[in-house]
């Protein structure tokens, strides 16, 4: 039998080892990306109690409470929509001007021709979230 390169071995098992811990890749990308981009605001535990929460009008929501809002699984467009600036956020700015300074938009459909996509990035931070939405 041929050997495996060592490069595809050690790809098959990191994700073994994931999904041993229940944890896909795509929640571990959303965690780190959740603390860059929006754990200023809306908390590191996601409690709404971020550093810079006392200074703005709105208090951020608590983002551990939008499955009871929104229903779980959260739908993934429509809480992509906050973020990607479809839907508005007095306090994430604007489609053009969001607060991280860097698009999360993919191109409007009239470019494409398809009808609207959501940043993977995006879909990662809805993944990690699900994981941390309170039961009650
Ligand atoms: C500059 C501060 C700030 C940052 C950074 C920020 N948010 Fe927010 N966000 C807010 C505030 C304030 C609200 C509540 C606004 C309101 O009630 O109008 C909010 C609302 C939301 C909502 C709507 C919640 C609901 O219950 O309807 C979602 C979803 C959300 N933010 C997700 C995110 C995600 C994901 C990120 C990171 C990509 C992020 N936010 C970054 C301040 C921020």
């Known amino acids: 039998m041929r050997r495996l390169p060592a490069a595809i071995v050690l790809v098959l098992a990191s994700a073994v080892v994931a999904a041993a811990a229940g944890v896909s890749p795509d929640v ?8 860059r981009y929006c754990g200023t605001c809306h908390g590191l535990e996601a409690d709404g109690h971020g550093p810079v929460a006392p200074m703005l009008t709105r208090p951020p929501s608590d983002l551990r409470r939008l499955g009871q809002r929104y229903g779980m699984p959260l739908p ?31 191109p409007e459909p009239e470019q494409t021709g398809r009808p609207p996509a959501l940043d993977p990035r995006i879909r990662a931070i809805v993944a990690y979230l699900e994981t941390i939405q309170r039961k009650r």
């Open 76 to 106: 993934v467009g429509r809480i992509g929509a906050f973020v990607d600036g479809r839907e508005a956020v007095k306090a994430h700015g604007t489609r053009e001007m969001p607060v991280w300074g860097e698009r999360f938009a993919l």
């Open 28 to 35: 571990t990308e959303g965690h780190v990306l959740y603390g």
